[in-house]
Structure formats: structure tokens, C-alpha cells
């Protein structure tokens, strides 16, 4: 069975950085099959994707162009686990983030953290 | 960008009817499209992707079907259980996009 637990901060101050982690069981990071995803929702932005990492023979990151300038996400291959950072946030990066895995078989997303609330206030 | 165009945005319908969501991409996706459903407060569920292939456990009554750049959801028979909001998601070129949602009311 496989389970993503997210844990990090649900109150962020402006243009400081976001910090969220994804611990893996039932899976691994380092699958040659799966990519994991980083997706965040908001009222005004609905559903948006934001970058994922994978491995296939080596790392490799995608990530959205709108957050390009400003993250990144990272392994942690023996606590099997990734992370978000995303820099210099905005009250406009308030959402619900959530991580995600895809599975080459299946391409879309098909596991899903239970989402954290993360809130740019001072 | 490819952008997702849901529709319709809301719909009501009753117990037992036959619902149809729709979405239209702004670009050729080849098949590379999934529909979440999602309840408030939970994460997307995953229902159906590759178009029309239905998620391990999901009900036989939903089913996706289209092509190019015009994709259906089908709720058959549609339950109590179904109320939610509706996505589209198209992972045929990065960056991944999602439509606008469909919220489905039961009556």
C-alpha cells in the first residue's frame, strides 16, 4: 500500500521560503517507474502543477516556468522522501500543497499526500 | 501552456441519472488525459486516465472516452456518493495543466 505523509510549516512569512517534505512508503524515490510530483490548489488558481523529480539512471526535475526562478525539489534517498522548496513566497503562493505520484504506467498522478495548508502572512 | 477548458462549471442531477462532463484541450494531448474526483478537504481521487481507462477500484459506472482534444466523463446510473468536484488533467506536455473543476450537485 502505498502512502505519501507530508509534513512542514502551515504559516510562511512573506518572502521567505516554503519548506515541505513527502516521506514515501510502499514505493521508493528512486523507482526507474514513478515521478513525484509536487501540485498545489488555490480558489484562484485551481489545481497547479508545479514540478516533479525522477530517476532514470540519473536525476532529473521539471518544473512549472511561473515558479522556475524560485524552486526546487530534492531527494532524501535514504529517508525515502522528497522535498519542496520554493523561495521568496508571496500571499500569493498561499494554497494547499500537496505531493504526488505518477507512475509511467499510468502518467497521471495516482497517489496523493493528504495536503498541507500553507499560509504567506506575516 | 496547454489549457483545460471544463464544462459545464456546476451541473445538479439526480440519483440514478446519466451525467457528462466534458473538456476540451487547447492542443493535441494524444490520450494523455486523466479525471479526478474530489471531496472537500480530501486530495484528488484518480478515476480514469489514458482517456478511457478506468483506476483499480474505481466503479464501472464511470468512464471516460474522446480523442485529439475533446475528452468525456460518463457517470452512469449516478449515486449519492458521486457529489464532488470534477477535474481534468492533461499530462501529455510539461508544465501538466488541470481544468477549472466541475462541481456536481446531487439533487
Known amino acids: 500500500q502505498i502512502q505519501l505523509q507530508q509534513s512542514g510549516p502551515g504559516l510562511v512569512k512573506p518572502s521567505q521560503t516554503l519548506s515541505l517534505t513527502c516521506a514515501i512508503s510502499?514505493?521508493?524515490?528512486?523507482?526507474?517507474?514513478?515521478?513525484w510530483n509536487w501540485i498545489r490548489q488555490s480558489p484562484s488558481r485551481g489545481l497547479e502543477w508545479l514540478g516533479r523529480?525522477?530517476?532514470?539512471?540519473?536525476?532529473?526535475?521539471d518544473y512549472a516556468v511561473s515558479v522556475k526562478s524560485r524552486i526546487s525539489i530534492n531527494t532524501d534517498t535514504s529517508k525515502n522522501q522528497f522535498s519542496l522548496q520554493l523561495n521568496s513566497v508571496t500571499p500569493e503562493d498561499t494554497s494547499v500543497y500537496y505531493c504526488?505520484?505518477?507512475?509511467?504506467?499510468?502518467?497521471?498522478?495516482?497517489?496523493w499526500g493528504q495536503g498541507t495548508l500553507v499560509t504567506v502572512s506575516s | 501552456d496547454i489549457q483545460m477548458t471544463q464544462s459545464p462549471s456546476s451541473l445538479s442531477a439526480s440519483v440514478g441519472d446519466r451525467v457528462t462532463i466534458t473538456c476540451r484541450a487547447s492542443?493535441?494531448?494524444?490520450?494523455?488525459l486523466a479525471w479526478y474526483q474530489q471531496k472537500p478537504g480530501k486530495a484528488p481521487k484518480l478515476l480514469v486516465y489514458?482517456?478511457?481507462k478506468l483506476e483499480s477500484g474505481v466503479p464501472s459506472r464511470f468512464s471516460g472516452s474522446g480523442s485529439g482534444t475533446d475528452y468525456t466523463l460518463t457517470i452512469n446510473s449516478l449515486q449519492p456518493e458521486d457529489f464532488g468536484n470534477y477535474y481534468c488533467?492533461?499530462?501529455?506536455?510539461?508544465?501538466?495543466?488541470f481544468g477549472q473543476g466541475t462541481k456536481l450537485e446531487i439533487k
Open positions: 504526488g505520484r505518477a507512475a509511467a504506467r499510468v502518467g497521471a498522478t495516482d497517489y
Open positions: 510502499g514505493d521508493s524515490v528512486s523507482s526507474n517507474s514513478a515521478s
Open positions: 523529480t525522477y530517476y532514470r539512471s540519473k536525476w532529473y526535475n
Open positions: 492542443q493535441y494531448i494524444t490520450n494523455s
Open positions: 489514458a482517456a478511457f
Open positions: 488533467h492533461q499530462y501529455y506536455s510539461i508544465p501538466y495543466t
